[in-house]
């Protein structure tokens, strides 16, 4: 399998070069495999009425990790989510419930302390707000975005820069000249999404990260990107974790994040929390079985004569098993809205089997754990705010076309 370095990869136009076609099959055979592990658990299912101890097992679950997660949010006064769902008018922002779900877990920790950020793709300039407003106001965002128009977001707490996220020397020049002495802690990648551009930006980008940093990769809509995106970032990130630089990487539907090694100078490191009584078993097979007796809970995959889980091997084959949390089958409310700016539209995912059972996996060197849901998830995006700037970069009051 190849091994991507920085500068290798960069060789390549397309991470997709480096997918063999007995790696796509491998991938096809692994994500067949997760697939009818997954049809043989049975689902979750919306509680109406709590019946019997197996519920109130369930309900105490469900309240001991948001007695967690409240615990991790505990120093701060919103949340990714709050600020979302309560940002009515003014500059738009869309994204998805479930990230918004792990920006909260992996980022309001670092609430209130001095954090640099970059967005690639700033479009309509809400997500700045977001940022701004919950992680506070020593937090400097940097907005990179490929339309012009987006640089009137540029204030004292932003900065705006054009340019391409394809492009190796753009993220050279944004290091070099426009990062405050080159240290940022987070990249939220919400760009144009195709996998050259997401690959080109996790190898330009994840090294040059502070310790401890972050990097988020959006909207990977579709089991198609495992092939065209997650292989080859396997293969990135599996050398990275060679060289002792990943902590941890962590699977949602539609995103990945990964946590840097090491230690910030300016935040503390907020671990990920999970129950406290998760059940551990040794191999997919029993993984699967283990999660209908553990809705709300979580899995804990650990293997020893498996080797580190971080590398390249390991992760394609994860990454690859769990395939169908990227299964994309949504509709519009109202229909046709998400072609057109208005104000009122939410896209609401129908879930895969996968979907309905896991909320994300979590991957460590010695254990990979997955989070199983309580009940089938609401995944959806609902449009906030009434002032667009169009791909186009025109400006758009809420009513006309992106
Ligand atoms: C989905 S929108 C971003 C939405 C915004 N982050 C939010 O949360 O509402 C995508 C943005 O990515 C920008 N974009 C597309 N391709 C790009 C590229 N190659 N480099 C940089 N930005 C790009 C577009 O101009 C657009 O503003």
């Not at 992996?106 to 700045?128: D, R």
């Not at 004292?156 to 000249?177: C, R, S, V, Y």
């Not at 401890?212 to 065209?228: C, K, M, R, T, W």
């Not at 809705?295 to 390249?312: I, Q, R, S």
């Amino acid at each position: 399998m190849a091994v991507f370095t920085p500068q290798n990869f960069m060789d390549s136009e397309k991470g997709l070069l480096h997918t063999s076609q007995a790696e796509i099959q491998k991938f096809l055979d692994e994500q067949k495999q997760g697939m009818s592990l997954a049809a043989k658990v049975p689902l979750p299912k919306a509680v109406n009425a709590p019946v019997g101890a197996n519920v109130i097992n369930m309900a105490a679950k469900v309240a001991n990790q948001t007695m967690v997660a409240n615990q991790t949010m505990a120093a701060k006064d919103l949340s990714f989510m709050g600020w979302y769902n309560s940002h009515a008018s003014g500059r738009g922002i869309w994204k998805w419930s479930n990230a918004l779900d792990a920006y909260d877990r992996h980022f309001a920790g670092l609430s209130g302390y001095e954090v640099n950020m970059a967005e690639v793709g700033v479009q309509s300039g809400g997500s700045i707000l977001m940022w701004e407003a919950v992680i506070g106001k020593k937090c400097h965002v940097y907005g990179l975005d490929i339309n012009p128009a987006c640089t009137k977001f540029s204030n004292t707490q932003t900065t705006i820069a054009i340019g391409d996220q394809a492009e190796p020397a753009m993220w050279k020049h944004l290091f070099d000249n426009v990062v405050n002495k080159g240290e940022l802690d987070i990249l939220v990648d919400d760009g144009g999404h195709e996998p050259h551009q997401m690959l080109t930006t996790l190898a330009e980008v994840f090294y040059r990260l502070t310790p401890g940093g972050f990097i988020a990769l959006e909207d990977i809509h579709g089991q198609h990107y495992v092939p065209s995106f997650f292989t080859p970032a396997a293969n990135y990130l599996g050398y990275m974790a060679e060289k002792g630089d990943v902590e941890s990487i962590h699977v949602y539907p539609y995103l990945l994040v990964v946590r840097k090694s090491g230690e910030n100078k300016r935040f503390p490191g907020t671990p990920v929390q999970f129950a406290s009584d998760s059940t551990v078993v040794p191999d997919f097979e029993k993984l699967w079985e283990a999660m209908k007796k553990n809705y709300g809970g979580a899995v804990v995959l650990k293997n020893e004569d498996w080797g580190p889980f971080l590398t390249a091997q390991g992760l394609t084959n994860f990454f690859a098993h769990f395939a169908d949390l990227h299964a994309y089958d949504y509709y519009a409310t109202p229909t046709g809205c998400e072609h057109t700016a208005a104000a009122v539209c939410c896209n609401t995912i129908n879930n895969s089997p996968t979907q309905t059972l896991i909320k994300g996996i979590h991957i460590f060197n010695d254990r990979m754990v997955a989070e199983v849901n309580a009940m089938p998830p609401v995944i959806k995006a609902d449009r906030k705010g009434t002032e667009w700037i169009s791909y186009s970069g025109e400006f758009i009051q809420s009513g006309g076309m992106i």
